[in-house]
C-alpha cells in the first residue's frame, strides 16, 4: 500500500509539474493537491485499455481519458500495427469515428495525428458519425483498424476508445491483451512521435459518398418494401437519438425506405454532449425515453425509437392498445426480431437450411425458441458483439453456415452483414418495418409481442446492475462473485439449481470470462458477472412460464432473493 501511495504521488507530482504537460493540465491538478482521495483514484494506475479499449471519466490523470493518455494508447496502437502487419497491410490506414462527447473531436483528432506521426494513413469523418457506420466503412476502405471515440451509453462526464479490427468488429481479447502490452511498456510521453509536415497528408478526410455507401447497405436488409410504402405514410414514428449521432443517418434511411411520417424529440435532435440533462443517455435506461413518450402521446405516434449516442443500441416503446405506450427490452425487441426476419426469409423461400441465430450466454431463450422451432440453428457466445462479428467472419470463411440475425440482451442488434458491430441504424429501420407490418394487420407491435407469447410461452427477463466505483467498489465486486463461486447454491428461491457453469474455466468452447450461470429445475437461469464497460456487477435473471402472472411471480421472487444476498454481502 506504501508503496501504491508513493507511486501515485510521484505521478501526479510528474503530471503536475513536467514541462511536456501543457499548463491547463497542470493547472487543473494542482487545483487538487489537497484532496489526496482524487489524486489516488486519478493516478494509482492506468487507465485500462481493456477488451472495451478505453473508458472513462475525462480529466487530467493516468487513470482517466485526456489526450495524453489517448495519445499513449494510439502509439500503443501505432506500434502493434507495425510489429504485426506487413507494410501493404500497415498502409491500409485506419478509419476513425466519433461521437457528441465532449473531447469527442479533440481526442479523433489526437488520435489521427499520432497514426499519422507512426506513418499510418489516418481515415477521419468531417463531423460525428455512428459506430455501424465506422465499422462499415472500415471494411469498405479495406482498411487495417479502426477506432470509434465514444463511451457509448455512459453518462456525460465520460469518453472513450473503441477499437475495430480489419474484419469490422471490435478487437478480440488476443489482440487487445497484444495492444494492451504495447501501451503499458510505454513510460515516457515524450517518446511518442508528433505530427509534421512530412506526415501530416496521411490524414485523410472521408466524403458523402461514404455516407451514401453505408445509407444504401442499410437499405438493402429491408424485408417488406412494398408493405413499408402502402402504409409509411399512415405509420408515425417518434424518433429520439439522445442527443447523439443517430439523428441523421436514421431520419435518411427511414426516409428512403419509404417512412413519411417521422417525427424527432426537439430537445434531443441535436448533437449535445450534456445529452440534454438524460443523465445516463441509455435507452436500457426508461427515463432515456420520457420525452419520446411524451412527444409520442401528443401526436399520436405509434411507435418509439431511441438510439445511444453512439448509434449500436436501440430502445423502443409502442402505443398498446389501451393508448398507454409500453417499453420494450431488448430480449423482446430482438425475440420479436428473430420472428420477423426468419418468418418473412420463409415467404420469400430465402431461409437457408444452414441459417443460424446469433445471442450471447446472457441473453433470454425467447428468440432461441423461436429460432429453433424453424429449424434454425442457435449458437451462443460471450457478452460483447465481437463475438458476434466473430461468427460472422468464421461462417463466411466456411460457408458452414448462413447468419440471419444476431443480437444482445443490452439492445444491441445486427441485421446482415454489411456491419460487424450492432447497428441501431439498420435495427431501427427493420424495427419500424416491423411494427409496419403489425399495423397493417391492425396489431400493434406489443400485441405482436403478446402472440408470440402465447405461442412460444411467457419469457421474462430482468437486469439487476449494482454500482460499484473506484479501488474499494472493484475489491467488492470481487467478492460478491467469490462469495457465489465458492459457496455451492443448491437452491434459488426454494427452486432447485439444477446445474451451474462457470465460464471462468473456459466451457462450452468458449474463451474464459468471470462469468457464472445457473440453471433451475424450471428453466429458470441467472447469470452474474462484472460489467466490461462500467465499474459495475450485472445480474441476469430469466424465466419462462405458461402465464405472464406465473412467469411475473417467479421473476419477482428470484429478485428478492438476489437482493437478499447482496444485501448481506455488502
Ligand atoms: O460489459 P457491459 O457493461 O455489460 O457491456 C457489454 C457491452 O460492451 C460493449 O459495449 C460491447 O460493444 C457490447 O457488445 C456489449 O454488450
Known sequence: ???????????????????????????????????????????????????????????????????????????????????????????????????????????????????????????????????????????????????????????????????????????????????????????????????????????????????????????????????????????????????????????????????????VVKEEENPDPNFAGIDYPNPEDKRALDRGIKTAKENGADLVVATDPDCDRVGVAVKATNGEYVLLTGNQIGGMLTNYIIEGLKEKNELKENSALIKTIVTSEFGADIAKSNNVDVLNVLTGFKFIGEKIKLFEQTNEKTYVFGYEESYGYLVGTHARDKDGVVASVLIAEMAAFYFSKGLSLYEGLIELYNKYGFFKEETISLTLKGIEGLAKIKDIISYFRENKIISINDIKVVDIKDYSKGIDDLPKADVLKYFLEDGSWVAIRPSGTEPKLKFYIAVKGDTEEISNKNINEIKTYIDKTIQKLM
Open 1 to 263: 500500500m506504501e508503496c501504491l501511495m508513493v507511486d501515485y504521488m510521484k505521478k501526479y507530482k510528474e503530471w503536475a509539474t513536467n514541462p511536456y504537460f501543457d499548463e491547463e493540465t497542470k493547472k487543473e491538478l494542482m487545483e487538487l493537491k489537497e484532496n489526496e482521495k482524487e489524486i489516488q483514484d486519478r493516478f494509482y494506475k492506468d487507465l485500462e485499455f481493456g477488451t472495451a479499449g478505453l473508458r472513462g471519466v475525462i480529466s487530467a490523470g493516468t487513470n482517466r481519458m485526456n489526450n495524453y493518455t489517448v495519445r499513449r494508447a494510439t502509439f500503443g496502437l501505432a506500434n502493434y500495427i507495425i510489429k504485426n502487419t506487413t507494410e501493404k497491410e500497415k498502409n491500409r490506414g485506419v478509419v476513425i469515428a466519433h461521437d457528441n462527447r465532449h473531447m469527442s473531436r479533440a481526442f479523433c483528432m489526437e488520435t489521427a495525428n499520432t497514426l499519422a506521426a507512426c506513418g499510418i494513413k489516418a481515415y477521419i469523418f468531417d463531423d460525428l458519425r455512428t459506430t455501424p457506420e465506422l465499422s462499415f466503412a472500415l471494411r469498405n476502405l479495406n482498411a487495417i483498424a479502426g477506432i470509434v471515440i465514444t463511451a457509448s451509453h455512459n453518462p456525460p462526464e465520460y469518453n472513450g476508445y473503441k477499437v475495430y479490427w480489419e474484419d469490422g468488429a471490435q478487437v478480440m481479447p488476443h489482440i487487445a491483451n497484444a495492444i494492451t502490452k504495447e501501451i503499458n511498456s510505454i513510460h515516457d510521453y515524450s517518446q511518442i512521435p508528433t505530427i509534421n509536415e512530412k506526415n501530416k497528408n496521411l490524414v485523410v478526410m472521408l466524403g458523402e459518398d461514404d455516407d451514401s455507401t453505408f445509407i444504401e447497405a442499410v437499405k438493402k436488409q429491408v424485408i417488406r418494401k412494398e408493405l413499408i410504402q402502402e402504409v409509411g405514410k399512415n405509420f408515425k414514428i417518434v424518433f429520439t437519438p439522445l442527443c447523439g449521432t443517430g439523428n441523421v443517418p436514421i431520419r435518411r434511411a427511414l426516409s428512403e425506405v419509404g417512412f413519411e411520417n417521422i417525427i
